[in-house]
């Protein structure tokens, strides 16, 4: 980059808030995806004004700009591939104001997820979507993948709690979209067009966001079983009846040997678990909580434990949450890797898409353990694979190919929570294509200069073993 150019961005953010130094330039050069690209520089703006005149500098000068939240996106989001600049808006975080009797609050998008639910804690309310990474996941980063977690079924997504957003567009202009208001009819819903956006369209400085009351109690269930159909079986059953959980984890027995071996959980020797927590007025929950069991044991569950101890609630909410670090621990040469991770199927397909992911795994030779919040049909598998050889990711991509065509075959998405990035984006292609030309238009109208976040979602090209995270020679 021309020393002019760091120059003038020194002058707009201050000398401490850019990095050019090697060791900065490669980390920010990762989310927690398989991929990789250093950026030439890192910017870190304070004020939307300064992210402003960042962005009308880059456009004058054609420089990639990647919007960072906390870089804990799984499918490569955040990873500047044609490098130029990692706009990092972490110190964009000032919860501006919480009006609970207005029921939204206003937070700048570098507001890490967990900090704002403390916040909200002492007025008995929360913003509910609980993602996996929520202690460290930032708001900006969550509305740009539509981030979402265990208790979606319940609580919706992200989408469903932005009321209005700040944006900075591509020549610098700030737009405000949305209101502060719970309803508006007030012309294109313009908001909603940025979430999910993963920093294509612009960057977003500043959220509105609608609470939720907190529930006042909570209870678990946790059900096992002797195969992987019967507990999603048991899922889809559930959500025919009149009970609304808030949350159903699924675990095969890959998650559940690896959690029991590594984080020492203490889990039920079985094929298949069902954790399900119930929430709202104590009495509802008791009934609820016995509904449940009676459609546990009804489809054929070999245990089922009711809990509302804090500790044990704990305990299997971390057992559930350490799959994805177990699974890396679990075998010697293998690391697991975010491959075909993420889709979801509608509920009643979920038995149906669980056996054809165990008869991929088997036919294409590759450990793949299943897991996910499958009552709102969004199920997680996580491939085990040798990052040093070649032939380890031919086969995990095979079995990449194969997992969509089921989910797709199924009616389902690539994607329920996590976004597109390069990981997904062929297969995204294919889920979306009659809606690909107007994806392109709208990115040509509102970026001509395409400098957010380029060649990712609808403008990736080639497969996904690509820009790897692991000395291993790409696959094109
Ligand atoms: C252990 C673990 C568990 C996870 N569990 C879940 C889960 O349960 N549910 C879930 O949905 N996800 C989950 N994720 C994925 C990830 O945490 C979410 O996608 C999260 O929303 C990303 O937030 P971030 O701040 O880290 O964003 P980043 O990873 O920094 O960025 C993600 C995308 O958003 C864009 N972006 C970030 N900030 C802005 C901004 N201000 N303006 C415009 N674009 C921006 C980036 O360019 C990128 O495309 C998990 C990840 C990990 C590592």
New binding site residues.
Partial sequence: MRPETLDALMAIVGETNISTRAADLYTYGF??SIHHRSPDVIVRPRTTAEVSDVVKLARREKIPI?????????????VPLMGGMV?D?TR?NTIKEVRVGDLYCVVE??V??DRLNERLAPFKFFFP??????E???????????????RAIKYG??RDYVLGLE?VLSDGSVMRVGTNTIKNSSGYQLERL?VG?????????EVTLRLAPKPKRQCMIMAAFDSLEAAGTCVSELIATPVLPSATELMDRTCIQAVNKTVGSGLPDCEALCMIEVDGEPEVVEREMGMVTKVAERVGAISVEATSDPKTMARWTNAR?SV??ALSRFGERFVSVSLAD?MAVPISRIPAAVKAFQEIAVRNDVVIGTYG?AADGNLHTKMLVDPMSEESWRHAEVAVGEIYDVVLDLGGTVT????V?ISKAPYFQRERASALDTMVAIKKALDPDNI??PG?MQDWEGGIIRHLRYPCPDLK
């Fill in positions: 989310d927690a990647v919007a960072r939240g906390a870089g804990t996106g799984l499918c490569g989001g955040a706009m808006m964009m998008a570098g890490v997820y979507t609980s993602p996996g990474s929520a460290a996941c930032t708001i900006g980063g969550m509305v740009a993948t539509n981030a979402s977690g265990m997504a992200t944006v940025f956006s993963e920093g294509t369209l612009g960057i977003i400085t949450k994805m670090s993420d919040h329920g929570e996590h976004g990035g957010f976040n990712k």
